[in-house]
């Protein structure tokens, strides 16, 4: 009698987060995507909020190291330069770039998927974000980018060359449709 007890509360529980997991339409459940500057601007932030208007609670991870991945689905890159936010780190831009590059490879034996987003436009190129840029773009299984961000083509020839998606998107609040659309193309939404 035990025994049975026991396993019609399983099935009971297993229906239950089943039908959550349907009312809520299907989201991705917090823990399911990751997020991590590239040159520690403050931009990740502005992404996160973005993921909270899909209903996503992604975790943001300012200094995310390669045995920091926690079973995400999904790593996302927020590509753009900080003089002043790499030296809060206490880092240097070879120290950031080998930790993302890090990061990086450790989502890819896992098996999670890599979007690049860069949604500063023109206003955050320059000399250290090309640098990251031109390092990002290779880790990439998707990149996005806000309108006048590739006003000189550089993430255009670097998707090319890697033979990575470019999504472009007219603005930080415009990227919740392409964003959205990568995540459940990618099984995590």
């Not at 999904?74 to 030296?87: H, R």
């Not at 500063?120 to 640098?131: E, P």
């Not at 670097?158 to 459940?184: H, M």
Request: a negative charge.
């Amino acid at each position: 009698m035990a025994f049975r007890v026991s396993v019609i509360s399983v099935v009971a529980i297993q229906f239950a987060v089943l039908s959550l997991s349907l009312a809520l339409g299907g989201n991705a459940l917090a823990g399911d995507i990751v997020l991590t500057p590239f040159g520690q601007s403050p931009d990740a932030m502005m992404v996160k909020v973005v993921l909270k208007k899909l209903g996503q609670d992604a975790r943001l991870e300012k200094m995310l190291e390669a045995d920091g991945l926690q079973g995400e689905k999904a790593l996302i890159i927020v590509v753009a330069g900080s003089s002043k936010g790499l030296g809060e780190a206490g880092i240097d831009k070879d120290a950031e770039i080998a930790r993302v590059q890090g990061v990086a490879d450790a989502a890819e034996a896992a098996g999670v998927k890599t979007l690049v987003m860069h949604i500063g436009g023109k206003g955050r190129r320059g000399t250290l974000t090309d640098l990251f840029i031109e390092e990002s773009v290779p880790m990439a299984d998707a990149v996005i980018v806000v309108e006048g961000g590739d006003y000189d083509g550089l993430f255009t020839e670097l998707c090319t060359e890697s033979e990575v998606e470019l999504i472009p998107a007219p603005s930080v609040r415009e990227t919740t449709e392409p964003l959205q659309a990568v995540l459940v193309e990618w099984g995590v939404l």
